[in-house]
């Protein structure tokens, strides 16, 4: 018969080992890093930031050359000129991009060139609410702007203004779309994928 001490000291060196082995797992499951939440990241670091338009005013400048520094106005045609890099398209590109194009056309004649440009005025992106609102006109996009922002812009519907049938139209080229949009569904929380980010040059028309 195995003497009771013995027994006791059995039991104590399994509950001091299923202890040790308890602690090392938790300090291995607190090393493990945490899993970041898969959140989507803002449209503008997806690539979706401003757009320079015709008519946007830009500061253009090249770090330590002063004849290289100039106010710039985007064509109607969607071009630019600056010393050096000659004309070149600026129309649908963001900051960062144009930017990279000054470089690379001006690094042929400065080899280490630095670029800024800055947007002074963003007066080519524009909306326009036409129609039956409280104050129809043009509109600065200089942030994501939807269709019920743009008609509180707008002041809101007149009296007799069909807010049920409002169309805002888009054009892509030589092509022009019409979409639908009813501000009884959006005030009462339905369909609200037609509340839509407008484009530069929509036109929001309330009959």
């Given at each position: 018969m195995t003497p009771p001490m013995f027994e006791l000291r059995k039991l104590t060196l399994l509950a001091l080992s299923l202890l040790c082995c308890g602690a090392l797992s938790a300090v291995a499951a607190a090393a493990q890093p945490l899993a970041s939440p898969s959140v989507e990241p803002p449209a503008r670091q997806r690539g979706l930031g401003y757009r320079l338009e015709p008519g946007d005013l830009l500061q253009v400048s090249v770090w330590n050359e002063k004849d290289l520094q100039a106010e710039v106005l985007i064509r109607p045609d969607g071009g630019i000129s600056?010393?050096?890099?000659?004309?070149?398209?600026?129309?649908?590109?963001?900051?960062?991009?144009?930017?990279?194009l000054l470089e690379a056309r001006i690094r042929k004649y400065v080899p280490d060139a630095v670029v800024t440009v800055a947007v002074k005025s963003a007066a080519g992106n524009?909306?326009?609410?036409?129609?039956?609102?409280?104050?129809?006109?043009?509109?600065?996009?200089?942030?994501?702007?939807?269709?019920l922002q743009a008609l509180s812009l707008a002041g809101g519907g007149t009296p007799f203004?069909?807010?049920?049938?409002?169309?805002?139209?888009?054009?892509?080229?030589?092509?022009?779309?019409?979409?639908?949009?009813?501000?009884?569904d959006i005030e009462h929380g339905r369909r609200l994928e037609q509340n839509i980010l407008l484009q530069s040059g929509d036109t929001v028309v309330v009959p």
């Open positions: 600056f010393p050096l890099a000659g004309d070149l398209p600026a129309a649908g590109h963001t900051v960062a991009g144009l930017t990279a524009r909306v326009f609410v036409i129609g039956k609102v409280q104050r129809p006109g043009d509109f600065a996009l200089v942030g994501p702007l939807d269709v203004a069909d807010m049920n049938d409002i169309r805002i139209l888009r054009r892509s080229g030589d092509a022009q779309t019409s979409l639908r949009f009813r501000y009884g």
